[in-house]
């Protein structure tokens, strides 16, 4: 399993040397970083890191959650809010069930997948909640369901390596899953068709964002692949085309 863990904006040195002991700790071959708020190399990180000292020190740092999954085949974000609006959120067996399942190509099986995890202080975004295929969320308590960041990492770790290892003869046998479309591929062809229908008049740009933001989740569900993002983009682009060349 090529899995890479990805931490969004975090904020605490301790908690990111501490995650890097846990990817350490469950066999995680790699760990990002976007867009750090704090020293993620200084000493405290690095003795909280202990064993994980490599991982850390080799660790990616990106400017944004889009390009630090790109590379990556797969991807799950956590969510511990409860104003996370209409997406979909599935436990964890289902979420990493999901994210261990291979399309059966060789491609496939050397691509990484990604754990993605949100800031300390307020999780993810919802944007960035639905660059992620899958999002799942931990069963804590309603009144208090924000888990501390290095906690939610080794819970999710815990049982993704408890599911790889229980799973795997059952994941052998069964029918192959098709791989989604990147995020980045998924993004443009969400741009361009947001140009399409304000030019077309049927977004206002005040209400595009959230309209559009139905529109991803509706490809996200269908797990759209890259051949069909393709031929999306391909049409929203002829048709932007043929709506400019009538014109007067």
């Not at 904006?9 to 990002?32: D, K, Q, T, Y």
């Not at 660790?59 to 511990?80: K, Y």
């Not at 979909?88 to 289902?94: G, M």
């Not at 059952?170 to 062809?189: E, G, T, Y």
Request: with cysteine; glycine share 6%; aromatic share 2%.
């Amino acid at each position: 399993m090529n899995a890479v863990v990805v931490l969004v904006e975090p904020a605490g040195p301790l908690n990111i040397g501490s995650v890097a002991r846990l990817c350490a700790n469950f066999g995680v071959s790699e760990l990002r970083l976007v867009a750090p708020r704090c020293d993620h190399l200084c000493e405290q990180a690095m003795q909280m890191a202990v064993h994980g000292q490599s991982l850390l020190d080799a660790a990616a740092v990106f400017p944004d959650l889009l390009t630090a999954i790109n590379d990556c085949r797969r991807a799950v974000g956590s969510c511990g809010r409860l104003d996370h609006g209409e997406i979909p959120l599935q436990d964890p067996e289902q979420a990493l069930g999901w994210l261990l399942a291979s399309d059966g190509s060789a491609s496939s099986a050397k691509a990484p997948v990604a754990l993605v995890f949100g800031r300390e202080d307020r999780g993810l975004s919802n944007s960035e909640l639905r660059l992620c295929q899958k999002v799942l969320c931990l069963q804590s308590g309603e009144a208090y369901p924000s888990l501390n960041l290095s906690h939610a990492v080794a819970v999710v770790l815990h049982e993704l390596a408890r599911l790889n290892s229980a799973e795997t003869e059952a994941r052998s046998i069964a029918p192959p899953s098709p791989d989604p479309a990147a995020a980045k591929a998924l993004s443009a062809l969400l741009d361009d068709a947001t140009d399409l229908l304000l030019e077309a008049g049927f977004l206002l740009e005040h209400t595009a964002s959230a309209r559009m933001a139905k529109v991803q989740d509706l490809l996200q569900r269908a797990t759209v692949r890259a051949e069909e993002v393709a031929l999306l983009r391909g049409m929203v682009r002829q048709l932007r085309w043929a709506i400019r060349t009538e014109r007067p």
